[in-house]
């Protein structure tokens, strides 16, 4: 069983629709949840992190956390075509704090 | 300020070659990352250093060679590659403990081995 699983897409929505995005972890006592943007050729930019159950908000973005459900999202709101990229969930784990697992990563298309 | 710099950008190397990748930051980090990454595939780690010392090797093949001269430099030595060493060479950094460990990447380093 995949630790970070993630669908890998690809995922299109219409320009300024909302953009979800998935991710399911294996270990339950993993600590802390990382949403990564990574364009084509280029290296990941972190996004947000989020730590607690709920929601945490950062301008279009919004995470979600259920630990119960071992469940992440990323919601993009008003969509743009710049959005286009992969994103990666990352967790870390209850066993190290300096690693993080990285899903396969879900690719979104914005349409314009 | 969360910057990571890596150089070279692009790295073209034969199989019988030495080259060395470096990574720097200057965000006060003392926890510092090797990643390698293939196309379509998420960064794979290959080696941790946190307060300078090699803390995690993912078993990686001893022709990559990891050093920590300092707290804001990172370096991989690189020797005997094979082709299917190509890949995206990225370097990370983040506060250690368990606080908030953030990784931040670098631009990466393209990497070819011929």
């Known amino acids: 069983q995949k630790e970070v699983e993630q669908n890998s897409g690809p995922l299109s929505v219409p320009e300024g629709a909302i953009a979800s995005l998935n991710c399911t972890y294996s270990?339950?006592?993993?600590?802390?949840f990382f949403w990564y943007r990574q364009y084509s050729g280029k290296s990941p930019e972190l996004i947000m992190f989020?730590?607690?159950?709920g929601d945490k908000e950062d301008g279009r973005f919004t995470a979600q956390l259920n630990k119960a459900s071992q469940y992440v999202s990323l919601l993009i709101r008003d969509s743009q075509p710049s959005d286009s990229a992969t994103y990666l969930c990352a967790v870390r784990s209850s066993g190290g704090y300096q690693k993080v697992t990285f899903g396969t990563g879900t690719k979104l298309q914005v349409i314009p | 300020d969360t910057e990571v710099t890596q150089t070279p950008k692009h790295l073209v190397m034969g199989m019988t070659n030495k080259k060395s990748l470096k990574c720097e930051q200057h965000m006060g980090h003392r926890a510092m990352y090797w990643y390698k990454q293939k196309a379509k595939k998420p960064p794979e780690l290959m080696f941790v250093?946190?307060?300078?010392?090699?803390?995690i090797n993912e078993s990686v093949p001893s022709r990559f060679s990891p050093e920590c001269p300092n707290s804001s430099l990172l370096n991989l030595h690189l020797h005997a590659l094979q082709p299917e060493d190509s890949a995206l060479y990225l370097c990370?950094?983040?506060?250690?403990?368990?606080?908030?460990?953030?990784?931040?990447f670098g631009p990466g380093t393209r990497l070819t081995v011929t």
């Open positions: 250093y946190s307060y300078e010392k090699l803390s």
């Open positions: 989020i730590y607690s159950n």
């Open positions: 990370a950094s983040s506060r250690p403990g368990q606080g908030q460990p953030v990784q931040y």
């Open positions: 270990d339950r006592g993993s600590q802390s």
